[in-house]
């Protein structure tokens, strides 16, 4: 059902080889490598715990409109809406991420696109309230106040 594509533009990518439903779960992340910190390939699943050993997982993409979401909770990915064969899947990293171990220029061209990922401490809370966040970023969001990251 899921597929690395080697080659994009910002290189690899996951690709789904048959529709998923709304709601459907797409993957598990069965074995999990917990780590204090952030690097390049991990999600952070709390205030102060990542993990690596994705698998196929690792190759989601970011999106400032994704078809999936990550559930730091239960340790999977999810559909967000109904998605085609053939589509790229993609999710939000600032929902999970407070900051990044690698910032970079978001390439996704979606309306309303935010630019510049470097992590959910750096927005505005009401712009990530579009979204849908994690518990852990919440929590951090909240404890970082409304007048922070304006």
Request: hydrophobic fraction near 40%; aromatic fraction near 6%.
């Amino acid at each position: 059902m899921l597929h690395v594509e080697e080659g994009a533009a910002y290189g690899s990518r996951l690709i789904t080889t048959e529709p998923i439903a709304a709601g459907a779960v797409v993957g598990r992340i069965e074995h999990p490598e917990r780590l204090p910190g952030p690097t390049y390939r991990t999600i952070q699943v709390d205030e102060d715990t990542h993990i690596d050993g994705l698998g196929a997982l690792a190759y989601l993409n970011h999106s400032c409109a994704p078809n999936t979401v990550v559930d730091t909770e239960h340790l999977e990915v999810r559909a967000l809406r109904d998605i085609t064969a053939g589509e790229e899947l993609t999710f939000f990293y600032l929902s999970t991420e407070w900051e990044m171990d690698r910032p970079f220029a978001c390439l996704c061209g979606a309306p309303g696109c935010i630019g510049q990922i470097a992590g959910a401490k750096t927005l505005p809370t009401a712009m990530l309230e579009r979204y849908p966040l994690s518990d852990h970023i919440r929590r951090l969001l909240n404890r970082r106040g409304p007048a922070a990251a304006q």
